[in-house]
């Protein structure tokens, strides 16, 4: 049963005197069908399931919606499962804290991710899904869907369709999301090889942004041409974006060098130039995190040592010959 | 809206419950049970963390609504029987305490990590506290009352 109750809106600021009041509805959705039909019905419901971004706006009144769809109830948001080619279909509704315990392996990268969000509070409740549905660009594992080339499910009683992250995002804090469509699962290829992610902030827990790089090797690519390397740059640009430069770089690069068959160290050139190109790739602003000017220049590093990071451990699996 | 759950092993009811409003507003307003603290409202400060079905979550940040039917323990519910949580003991002993605000967050998040490693690193209870905030700044005897309570 998709429940509604009509209830009273009260002005909070006013909450003791005002007799100012707002019609809200509460749809509590027990199936995907149930969601997408009253999601369908009623666009201009705000989807809500870990609430750790939905509340914050309601807490201080800087959203009114007219109804809010209540996603918890739904069993199937908060699954994940095989893909049959090795990948992992994550439905949308899945906390961080079970990507780290239940995936960490499989999803090093994401993991990683999910390690720097919030705090535990927030990690037992937060998820990708709603990642996705603020599409901030300081979004934690933004950056981690594009580097491993990530796709989005987005369900309406329209139909099923797969966005890859990369045409996701389109603008601050804006998406391809339709008004009458859910996010319901991100699928992520299956990889064996490594992957990174590093965040910039003033400390570990609880921290937006400043500025974050994901980096995921595809050895597997060597063989048809396609980037072996993908990137994926956060809270440095009105979006979420690949540095596409540095990825042709550094693809040429380890092929020109028959890097993939017989890996060695890289040469200190090759990974500072990879950074600088990361850097170049980000359009990143002056805001209270931080200045442009620093985002820049973290990137860069942070470009630099997770490519030596993720390389090291490419080497480590590959031979003892890596320096 | 009418909603029903169970809290601290007892089953509650509201009644005009305003969907906008969080958990933490209904325990602390509606149902009587002050212990979990308002502060930052945007799950910042972890004040206000309680069990959700067994997982410590910001109760400001789960709306009202989503909390039908499902099991709430807060921090008045963790002593049982009058005894306190070895915790809350600890606590006491370790003076862990300044102005008290943060206490009852801290208390539940120590609660957890207790519960699911018996015998927690520093790094693990340092991690495990991440998101509790207590601005009198008295950490050193709050990771003293930690390991102090792991130890029993």
Redesign the interface.
Known sequence: MCTTYSVTWYDTTTWYDSEEIREVDFLRPSSMAEALAAKAERPDAVPIAGGTDVMVELNFDRTRPDALLDLTGIAELAEWSDTGDGGIRLGAGVSYTRIITELGQRLPGLAMASRTVGSPQIRNRGTVGGNLGAASPAGDTHPVLLATGASVELASTRGLRTVPAEEFYVGVKRSVLAPDELITAVLLPGTTAPQQFSKIGTRNAMVIAVCSFAIALHPEQAATGNSTVGTGIGSAGPTPLRATEAERFLTAELANADQWTSPRALDDSVRRRFGDLVAAAASPIDDVRGSAAYRRHALAVLARRTLGWAWWDYCLERTSRCA | ?RLNLTVNGEPRQADD????E?LLFLLRERLGLPGSKNAC????C?SC?VYLDG????S????A??A?GRAVRTVEGLAEEGDLDRVQRAFLEAGAVQCGFCTPGLIV?AH?LLARVPDPSDGEIR??L???LCRCTGYEAILDAVRTAARR
Not at chain 2, 55 to 58: K, L, M, N
């Open positions: 809206m419950v305003w969907e906008g969080s409202e945007q799950g910042e972890g963390t997982t410590p979550v910001c400001c940040l789960v709306a609504g989503q039908e998040a957890d991690e495990a991440a998101g509790n």
